[in-house]
């Protein structure tokens, strides 16, 4: 790899000696022979910027033999052209010196060779020439102004204007040409980049030569049009080509279509200027199209690389998604049996005290267990964007004095005093979601009561009325260990805990608060704390809703009516089925089992069953499977609704059950309450309950 690149650069190299070469040549004859101004001075001199363009790409020896072609051809065409030796050799030297100045100064500005990709930097270019060009002019002047007696100012004048013009215009056009990134930047096709040089070699003559009479601003659209189209080094080559052809025609024939009455010389300067000033026009414009297109691919390549990193995000929220649904079936499936087992037990009469009081331990373990796994449930939804707020007519005292209630029992266990407040001098309705905001409440009050040993707890609520909304704040206070400054602002994050040693008291996945934050955030209030370590925290809940007309009251709910309804349940694990069949079975319900879909399935088309309890992972059929098979059927239990009951509790899964056509979600361990509310609920539907598929 390394002998291949080298050999790519020495050929390079060669080939671009060999171009400079060639160029110099040409630029000198052209100068000497077509662009003489009338004190004998070339009015364009571009030779030297050849020469020192090379000298800023060349290396090693190649250097040396680009002077040595320089100084040669330099003193050949001058002898040629009619001047003395003595004139041809100061010629050589001044110019050779000058183009070793500006390499020199070129290359200690830029710290290495110049890159005109800049608007900056073609501005900075001329700064640097144009002061060595005038002391190369000033040395000229002087010479034949001593030595021949030639006018100083007018030979100062020329020869700044041959040299300046020369550095200013032909050494930013080389660079750009020799820079591959200006030749990257723009890929057209070979037609297209000689129609346009045609093009502009066309309206250059026309515009210099007398006969036609085009007004020569007419070479402007043209060249922008080709660095539209070819960028920087587009322009750079129609400036070429410009001056190539207009400045020997206006200089040589005596009648230039630039200030035609005025005499030689003031035309020779005015297409001085016009040619600086296109050529500038034009590179300015390809270098702002060359910048532009820099720009499109880099947004381009940001683009590709924001696609392959969503890709990659995605893959991985794909795979967190997977893993927690795969945890989550795995702990619910035998916390099931565990809280299942636990509520058959607690319902028995002739339990002794101890054995009861180890049955409600463990039931209260299953339950913290569950309320870990429903926290990450719930901060699952949260990233996904899931939680829609149902909001309703809400009294937000009611709503306060039932959580403290929930909480009190808990509170009174650890000896701990719990006080309530309200300052409500409306007692109106608000629009108010209960669920999430008890959810809210209560995850503020079992914080409060985990971290507090002695004293008290405080619940309090103010409401302040407004024109349009009125303002809600509730506060939970405590007297516990409080939190450091530097800690609360780890509160409200993710998996995040002000104590996170091994020695630490309290338990928890720390991400309680971090969805208390994002269900505030979706209510579109403020959550925070006000703590002092030792002394207690008291935080914060600030929500603005406006008042709300009360709504129907509820119908209570009828309890289930022995043998009224038949229940298909249907699960591959016998302890399931054993225990949701206990649990029905203890209030009346009459109750047949299925170990597979493809059981239910069977069971459906002899049976007639008012509603079915579907899990969703087993073998043969699974339930999503079955509940398609028995939607299809022609018999009543076709129309029966059908609940998931199942270990599968993340949103995207909830969602394939109901577009299979279940109507309902249970999720595993089962709540006996939920359970019985749910199946009464499809058993006894109301009017706004939608009917099953």
């Not at 949260?382 to 009190?408: F, H, N, R, W």
């Amino acid at each position: 790899m390394t002998l291949s690149l080298a050999f790519h650069e020495e050929r390079r190299q060669a080939v671009l000696l060999l171009a400079l070469s060639c160029t110099i040549v040409a630029a000198i004859a052209f100068s000497e022979y077509l662009t003489r101004a009338t004190l004998g001075v070339a009015a364009f001199w571009p030779a030297n910027a050849f020469l020192a363009a090379g000298l800023f790409t060349l290396t090693g020896a190649r250097r040396p033999m680009l002077a040595g072609v320089f100084i040669v051809s330099h003193l050949t065409v001058s002898l040629l052209a009619g001047d003395e030796l003595l004139s041809a050799l100061l010629y050589a030297i001044v110019d050779l010196c000058e183009a070793g100045a500006v390499w020199a100064v070129c290359h200690r500005f830029w710290n290495g060779a110049p890159r005109v990709r800049t608007m900056r930097s073609l501005a900075q270019m001329p700064a640097i020439t144009t002061p060595i060009a005038l002391v190369s002019a000033l040395v000229c002047a002087s010479a034949f102004h001593f030595g021949y007696g030639a006018p100083f100012v007018e030979t100062l004048i020329d020869w700044f204007l041959r040299s300046a013009l020369g550095l200013a215009v032909a050494l930013p056009a080389t660079l750009v040409l020799i820079d591959a990134e200006h030749r990257r930047a723009f890929h057209r096709p070979w037609t297209e980049q000689l129609l346009l040089m045609f093009g502009v070699g066309t309206i250059a003559l026309l515009c210099a030569h007398p006969a036609a009479g085009a007004p020569p601003v007419l070479i402007f659209p043209v060249t922008l049009a080709a660095a539209y189209r070819l960028g920087a080094r587009g322009a750079a080559l129609a400036a070429f080509l410009t001056i190539g052809i207009m400045m020997p025609l206006a200089v040589s024939s005596g009648s230039s279509p630039f200030n035609p009455t005025q005499d030689p010389v003031v035309q020779a300067r005015t297409i001085q200027v016009f040619t600086s000033v296109l050529f500038y026009t034009c590179l300015a414009a390809g270098l702002a199209f060359g910048q532009q297109n820099r720009l499109k691919r880099l947004l381009l390549r940001r683009e590709l690389l924001t696609r392959a990193a969503r890709g990659r995000a995605l893959a991985a929220t794909e795979a967190k998604t997977e893993f927690l649904a795969t945890m989550s079936h795995e702990i619910r499936t035998p916390l099931n049996s565990v809280l299942g087992f636990a509520q058959l037990l607690a319902a028995r009469e002739d339990l002794p005290p101890d054995a009861r009081r180890q049955v409600n331990l463990i039931d209260s373990a299953g339950a913290a267990l569950l309320t870990v796994v429903d926290d990450i449930l719930d901060f699952s939804r949260v990233e996904a964007g899931q939680i829609e707020l149902l909001p309703g007519p809400t009294s937000a005292a009611a709503l306060l004095q039932d959580t403290v209630a929930i909480m009190a029992p808990e509170a009174r266990a650890k000896g701990l005093s719990m006080d309530l407040e309200i300052l409500d001098p409306l007692g109106v309705l608000h629009d108010l979601d209960a669920d999430r905001l008890r959810q809210v409440l209560i995850n503020l009050l079992n914080n409060a009561v985990k971290f507090t040993d002695e004293g008290r707890i405080g619940a309090r609520l103010i409401i302040e009325p407004g024109d349009l909304e009125d303002r809600l704040r509730f506060e939970i206070a405590d007297t516990g260990v409080g939190i450091a400054l530097d800690k609360q602002g780890l509160l409200f994050q993710r998996f995040s805990q002000t104590d996170s040693s091994p020695s630490r008291l309290h338990g928890g996945a720390g991400l309680g608060l971090a969805i208390a934050k994002a269900l505030v955030d979706v209510m579109g209030g403020k959550i925070g704390v006000d703590s002092v370590p030792g002394r207690g925290s008291c935080f914060w809940v600030e929500l603005y809703a406006p008042v709300a007309e009360p709504g129907p009251e509820p119908e209570p709910a009828k309890p289930p009516e022995p043998g009224a309804a038949r229940i298909l349940i249907v699960d591959d694990h016998a302890i399931n089925l054993e225990i949701a069949a206990a649990l029905l079975t203890l209030v009346g319900y009459e109750v047949d089992l299925a170990e597979n879909g493809g059981q239910a399935v069977e069971k459906a088309q002899t049976g007639a069953y008012d509603l079915i309890l579907m899990d969703i992972h087993m073998p043969l059929m699974d339930g999503l499977q079955a509940t398609r098979a028995i939607k299809a059927l022609r018999t009543p239990t076709g129309k029966a609704p059908i609940i998931a009951m199942s270990a599968d509790a993340l949103p995207r899964q909830v969602e394939r059950c109901y577009a299979a056509g279940m109507v309902d979600h249970i999720a595993k361990p089962i709540q006996r309450e939920v359970l019985y509310a749910k199946v009464e609920r499809w058993l006894h539907p109301r009017p706004d309950t939608p009917a099953p598929n």
